[in-house]
């Protein structure tokens, strides 16, 4: 069983930064890709960037060039790291962890519990 524990949400005014992190309590290897996904009230959750073992990324359009997803095997930790927010970043972000890219989007093997970070 899979157990990912997220933290690093908060506040922010908008250009602010602020770092997300999501390691993995229980479960997975470092054979399995990350990813980070974000919901904001009354939209679907989307994603956000995804990093592979062998530190293949993939971000959306949205986020490219400010936010940034990085891996520590050894902590089994994930950062994403979000630099000059905007309004629009407001969401609750989940982080997510299967064998693929593919599957990390389609159909992730868990889900960690969600951390709010609010632009304004």
């Known amino acids: 069983h899979v157990q990912l524990v997220e933290s690093g949400g908060g506040s922010v005014q908008p250009g602010g930064s602020l770092r997300l992190s999501c390691t993995v309590a229980?479960?997975?290897?470092?054979?399995?890709?990350m990813g980070w996904f974000r919901q904001a009230t009354g939209k679907e959750r989307e994603r956000v960037a995804i990093?592979?073992?062998?530190?293949?990324?993939t971000y959306a359009l949205s986020v490219k060039g400010r936010f940034t997803i990085s891996q520590d095997n050894a902590s089994k930790t994930v950062v994403l790291q979000m630099k000059s927010l905007k309004a629009e970043d407001t969401a609750v972000y989940y982080c997510a962890t299967d064998l693929t890219i593919a599957s990390v989007i389609a159909t992730p093997a868990a889900w960690g519990q969600g951390t709010q970070v609010t632009v304004s």
């Open positions: 229980s479960g997975s290897s470092s054979r399995y890709c």
């Open positions: 990093i592979a073992p062998d530190g293949r990324t």
